[in-house]
């Protein structure tokens, strides 16, 4: 899932199947995380979020790990469905901060 | 949740004419919104943040003159596209955000801009 350059990464995953997207940010002051999906055409989509005093959390189906000594965020995704095909990105700011910075994003595809 | 709106959700239009993107905050007083660009297959790029009442904040390299912003209303942001030109044909989206505790931001659905 780790991204060079202007090539979005890809994953595919058979259905029922669990995936596991990365990031890797860059700041790091940064203490507030959040993963979004972005379906085609669409708006990018609040999934998930975890502050910096956790290394784990976990929603329904989605779980994010943080692992801060490498600079690096995880998102879980439990027994995949079609409709979980989307671009997934990372994205990192300061607790309280109002400004967003991106990462490249994951396009996961689910195989029927 | 908060829901946050654009319009038009496409438009085409001739080179060297102006655009005006429309980004509304339906349900909520947004007091900051921001612009975002994305080109295929690329991620988000923050162009500009915006708060009611005041100028713009553009990010380096963003053209002010180009890109005009206006943050009239605590519901409502507006992003003109001035003498575009077929680079700046891309997926502009907006988000809102409505303060305390994190500054959450919600985003809108995306406009789709092509210039020929």
């Known amino acids: 899932g780790e991204s060079v350059g202007l090539h979005l990464p890809t994953l595919s995953v058979q259905e029922g199947d669990n995936s596991i997207i990365n990031c890797a940010y860059s700041?790091?002051?940064?203490?507030?995380f959040i993963w979004y999906k972005q379906e085609s055409g669409k708006g990018p989509q609040f999934i998930i979020d975890?502050?910096?005093?956790?290394d784990k959390r976990q929603g329904q189906r989605v779980t994010v790990l943080l692992n801060k000594t490498v600079k690096h965020l995880s998102l879980q995704i439990a027994a995949t469905q079609p409709g979980d095909s989307a671009v997934y990105f990372c994205?990192?700011?300061?607790?309280?901060?109002?400004?967003?910075?991106f990462g490249t994003g994951t396009r996961l595809t689910i195989i029927p | 949740g908060a829901v946050v709106s654009q319009h038009p959700s496409w438009v085409i239009c001739k080179s060297g004419t102006s655009v005006k993107i429309e980004c509304r905050s339906l349900?909520?007083?947004?007091?900051?919104m921001f612009w975002y660009r994305q080109f295929p297959k690329q991620s988000l790029m923050l162009m500009a943040t915006?708060?009611?009442?005041?100028?713009?904040?553009?990010e380096q390299g963003v053209e002010k003159d180009k890109f005009l912003i206006n943050h009239a209303s605590l519901t409502l942001s507006t992003l003109t596209v001035t003498s575009a030109h077929p680079e700046d044909s891309s997926f502009y989206i907006c988000?809102?955000?409505?303060?305390?505790?994190?500054?959450?931001?919600?985003f809108g659905p995306g406009t789709r801009l092509t210039v020929l």
């Open positions: 988000s809102a955000s409505g303060g305390a505790p994190h500054n959450e931001q919600f």
């Open positions: 700041n790091s002051a940064s203490d507030y």
């Open positions: 975890i502050r910096s005093n956790m």
């Open positions: 994205a990192e700011t300061t607790f309280g901060n109002e400004k967003l910075t």
């Open positions: 349900d909520f007083q947004a007091t900051t």
């Open positions: 915006s708060n009611e009442g005041s100028k713009a904040t553009y």
